[in-house]
């Protein structure tokens, strides 16, 4: 069983940055990532890492956003530069070990002037 826990969603300023933390307990993570959802649309892929250090983004967030990882402390980070309005949605953190894939409880991202 792996848990979750999330931190640092807000507001900001267009053109501001913010710092998304997931802190996982459990063993066997391979790959830790971040998901979005704004309101009334899907849950959208924002980036990924393997335990090895491969990345993924989303096309839109490429150049913007970094993910990152420590893998001693089982934490992914993302890393939010120049955000902008259509970056507004509920931030999910997600884990996928060899079985199973669990969610964070969500932190809410709000790029407004």
Aim: aromatic share 10%; with cysteine.
């Amino acid at each position: 069983q792996v848990q979750l826990v999330e931190s640092g969603g807000g507001l900001v300023h267009p053109g501001g940055s913010l710092r998304l933390s997931c802190a996982a307990s459990g063993w066997g993570i391979e790959t830790m990532g971040w998901y979005r959802q704004a309101p009334g649309k899907q849950r959208d892929l924002v980036a990924t890492i393997t335990h090895a250090g491969s990345t993924d983004y989303l096309d839109s967030v490429k150049g913007r956003f970094t993910i990152s990882r420590d893998n001693a402390k089982n934490t992914v980070y993302l890393q939010m530069n120049s955000l902008n309005p259509e970056d507004t949605a509920v931030y999910y953190c997600n884990a996928r070990t060899f079985a199973f894939s669990y969610w964070g409880q969500g932190t809410q991202v709000t790029v407004s002037s």
